[in-house]
């Protein structure tokens, strides 16, 4: 049992310092070891799509965006909560800014 919430305890820890908060309502995870002038861009990218997305459903709640790098592959899954239910969309791409593009795009054309 202890073993179990410790367990649990230090992926809370992870989760936390590994977050990236945007505005109370996105959530960039794995986004912290990327250059300062990536992530800028990145925010860019997820703020402009994030605006669309809170117009076209008036009941969002948070996007979530997880980010893992596999090999030479960024491998980026996106979650979309809304009060009706949530969706989701991922991509695997060399390049980063496609991946997130691919990904935000699938949730955007839903």
Excluded: C, W
């Amino acid at each position: 049992m202890k073993a179990k919430l410790f367990i649990e305890y230090i992926t809370l820890v992870e989760n936390i310092y590994t977050m990236i908060e945007l505005g109370g309502n996105i959530k960039l995870k794995g986004f912290t070891e990327l250059d300062p002038a990536t992530l800028i861009v990145v925010k860019k990218i997820v703020g402009n799509y994030t605006k669309k997305l809170t117009q076209e459903h008036p009941d969002f709640i948070e996007l979530l965006l997880d980010l893992n790098k596999i090999g030479k592959f960024y491998s980026l899954n996106v979650n979309l909560s809304r009060r009706s239910g949530s969706l989701v969309a991922d991509a695997k791409e060399e390049n980063l800014f496609f991946a997130l593009s691919s990904a935000l795009n699938k949730i955007h054309k839903t």
